[in-house]
């Protein structure tokens, strides 16, 4: 199974940036699609964004598009998070999820999960 592993996170004021980072250990990520999710207090899972094998990416929700984006570097063996323009209500421990080629419908689709990283946007 896919071990990741998330790091990155922290508190941030509300306009600012931080960008998350997935790694594996033993595995190619580039062989995987990887999704970023999120989860707040109290609050489901939700997808944030997921890059294909290919490359190509699929957003989850509006309400990180023109703020998030993912992106991956295949020589460190990283998938990326950046996310910029945080606000308080982008607040929530993330996740890293791996898959086959393709990017799933949700986070149901994805078998292998990190531990998290906590991110607080707050002043």
């Known amino acids: 199974q896919l071990q990741l592993v998330e790091s990155g996170g922290g508190l941030v004021q509300p306009g600012g940036s931080l960008r998350l980072s997935c790694a594996a250990s033993r595995f190619t990520l580039g062989n995987y699609a990887i999704g970023w999710f999120r989860q707040a207090p109290g609050k489901e899972r939700e997808g944030v964004l997921c890059?294909?094998?290919?490359?190509?990416?699929?957003n989850y929700t509006d309400s990180v598009k023109g703020r998030f984006t993912i992106s991956r570097d295949n020589t460190k063996n990283m998938v990326y998070l950046q996310m910029n323009s945080l606000k308080p209500e982008d607040t929530a421990v993330y996740y890293c999820a791996g898959r086959g080629t393709f990017c799933g419908r949700s986070g149901a689709d994805f078998g292998s999960w990190g531990q998290g990283t906590q991110v607080t946007v707050s002043s």
């Open positions: 890059i294909s094998r290919a490359g190509g990416t699929t």
